[in-house]
């Protein structure tokens, strides 16, 4: 099994999401694993309801839980969609809640 499996196991993420990359940040202050994700390119996303095409991103980042003894961050180009009546609304995520800076683990 190779990493991004597993990641994306453990993170159960659902399609269209998918992990990226991942890398391991070790300074002589602290020691974090960043799993950066993203979505299958010309993907649709659900708002009310409706399926939008994606307007534009927004990069966001989340405190998750710890892998072995070490912090883990994750990272995303969150899609934002452009509603039937022009407002630009950020899709949620199944990972955390809306406005979260933190996984839902």
Same mark, same amino acid.
């Given at each position: 099994?190779?990493? #991004?499996?597993?990641?994306?196991? =453990?993170? @159960?993420? +659902?399609?269209?999401?998918? /992990? @990226?990359?991942?890398?391991?940040?070790?300074?002589?202050?602290?020691? *974090?694993? #960043? /799993?950066?994700? !993203? #979505? !299958? &390119?010309? *993907?649709?996303?659900?708002?009310?309801?409706?399926?939008?095409? /994606?307007?534009?991103?927004?990069? &966001?980042?989340?405190?998750?839980?710890?892998?072995?003894?070490?912090?883990?961050?994750?990272? =995303? =180009? /969150?899609? &934002?969609?452009?509603?039937?009546?022009?407002? *630009?609304?950020?899709?949620? *995520? +199944?990972?955390?809640?809306?406005?979260?800076?933190?996984?839902?683990?």
């Amino acid at each position: 099994m190779k990493d #991004h499996e597993l990641f994306a196991q =453990a993170l @159960d993420l +659902p399609w269209p999401w998918m /992990i @990226d990359k991942v890398e391991f940040e070790d300074t002589e202050m602290d020691r *974090v694993l #960043h /799993i950066y994700l !993203k #979505h !299958k &390119r010309r *993907v649709k996303f659900e708002y009310e309801g409706k399926s939008y095409s /994606i307007y534009d991103h927004q990069q &966001r980042s989340w405190e998750h839980l710890k892998f072995f003894q070490h912090r883990c961050q994750v990272h =995303a =180009a /969150i899609p &934002r969609i452009k509603t039937e009546d022009g407002q *630009v609304k950020l899709v949620e *995520v +199944p990972w955390a809640k809306p406005g979260s800076s933190f996984t839902l683990l």
